[in-house]
């Protein structure tokens, strides 16, 4: 520690240390990695943090306006500005595209209203403890909650008015859901709380059995059948004892990252980390042998595969992925256009016949329309922001319909026929 008491330098259990600067008001300035990687925090006047740097250069910023009640949040990329009320709390947020989010409070400071950036107004009603009691999505459906005289969920009434009754024991767990149908699904716990059996109607049961630390030992289920597991004193899994008796086994290093794992017939895959637990190369039991590569902020940028193939990645100033090329040759090249809602892919992956490929997307961040050449396909949606129609490059439109949950009822399409689709009060598909 340095003479303010704040830690400068931690070793790990490998030999390999982090070491950490901090100025005079005991804030955090520098962190080197193990890998030597230096990342750098800076910050304004007011000690509110406002730059961070990492290892490759890569900056991300948050600079306030007091006067203006702002906050510029942003990279290489893009920006947003926050406005903040009287009190700090956010109630606005301009996205890089113009269009704005929006939360309205109460008078005790309880968030009443989202309002998304296509206009659709989500609102949440409050009981006088400030629980919620309804949610009204923009399309007006609602959840609505009840509680017991202990403040707990008792029901759960969904967009079609079915209830969920939900039933604890003396410590507040959850032990029984009696869902809309009649159907029960239940809970039991051990004297430390933990969970040690679970059942819920059409899945089956599940248990679990634990050690003296709290550690899953054993496992049953309808899948899987009967499971062990085994751990060494450092609570690492060292054994997983499948339902037939097939062993798989782990093996460690220093730092507790599994280095060794030895399948059920004695094939041994074997793993390397760099000083940041980042896996560097993974060895099969035939011996063949993938490579992996990172820039110094821990990002993907060249793999290596058991043939030789090279596959490179490159980043932009904002730290997001723009060119890949396999062999030397581009696949792919994205460019992001924040403003227009646009992503454009140009996908090499056929070198004779390159395609470029342009998404376009509404303020709420829902896929509307993907452009490939003369080639169009567009996307729908309505206020609550579920798929409405699908139109493809033809002018084929596939229409859907669905109840105030959102589930499909019915799909349309003009060169087919029509589905209808029935489901239950759960909401589980029963006809069709």
């Known amino acids: 520690c340095d003479d303010l008491g704040n830690i400068n330098r931690v070793q790990l259990p490998d030999g390999a240390t982090w070491e950490f600067t901090h100025d005079a008001m005991s804030r955090l300035r520098q962190s080197i990695d193990p890998s030597g990687g230096v990342w750098q925090r800076c910050y304004d006047q007011y000690g509110r943090l406002n730059e961070t740097i990492d290892p490759s250069g890569v900056r991300a910023y948050q600079h306030h306006n007091t006067q203006a009640q702002e906050i510029t949040i942003g990279d290489a990329h893009a920006s947003s500005i926050i406005q903040l009320d009287v009190w700090g709390r956010q109630i606005r947020e301009t996205l890089p595209d113009g269009s704005e989010t929006r939360i309205r409070y109460d008078r005790a400071g309880r968030p009443v209203e989202y309002t998304d950036p296509a ?54 767990q959850l032990i029984e ?8 699904g239940w809970t039991r716990y051990d004297p430390c709380g933990r969970v040690v059996a679970r059942f819920s109607p059409g899945a089956g049961s599940y248990r679990w059995v634990y050690d003296k630390t709290g550690r899953v030992i054993e496992t049953r289920d309808p899948r899987n059948g009967l499971r062990r597991f085994r751990y060494d004193p450092a609570g690492q899994l060292t054994a997983a004892v499948a339902g037939n008796g097939g062993v798989t086994r782990y093996t460690y290093d220093l730092n507790g990252r599994a280095v060794t794992v030895t399948d059920p017939l004695g094939a041994v895959s074997h793993h390397v980390f760099d000083p940041m637990d980042r896996c560097l190369s993974t060895t099969n039991p035939l011996g063949a042998t993938t490579t992996w590569g990172y820039d110094p902020a821990g990002r993907l940028i060249r793999s290596v595969d058991a043939d030789g193939h090279v596959v490179e990645t490159s980043y932009d100033q904002a730290g997001l992925e723009t060119t890949t090329t396999i062999d030397g040759a581009t696949f792919s090249h994205i460019t992001r ?23 376009t997307y509404d303020p709420r961040g829902l896929l509307q329309q993907h452009a490939r050449g003369d080639h169009t396909t567009c996307w729908t949606h309505d206020v609550d922001g579920w798929t409405t129609s699908i139109t493809t490059p033809n002018g084929a439109a596939t229409a859907y319909q669905r109840d105030p949950a959102g589930n499909i009822t019915q799909v349309t399409h003009p060169g087919l026929a029509t589905a209808t689709l029935e489901r239950d009060q759960k909401g589980r598909l029963t006809r069709a």
Not at 125 to 142: E, F, K, L, V
Not at 177 to 184: A, C, H, V
Not at 350 to 357: I, L, Q, R
């Open 119 to 172: 206009g659709g107004s989500t609102r949440i009603d409050r009981d006088p403890a400030g629980r919620p009691t309804r949610i009204r999505r923009p399309s007006g459906a609602s959840l609505r909650y009840d509680y017991d005289s202990c403040g707990r969920v008792a029901g759960i009434r969904n967009e079609l008015g079915f209830r969920t009754t939900l039933n604890y024991n003396q410590d507040s």
């Open 337 to 359: 256009n924040a403003a227009a809602r646009q992503v454009q892919v140009e996908d090499h992956s056929n070198p004779d016949h390159p395609v470029t490929h342009v998404l």
């Open 177 to 184: 859901e009696i869902w809309p149908t009649g159907e029960k």
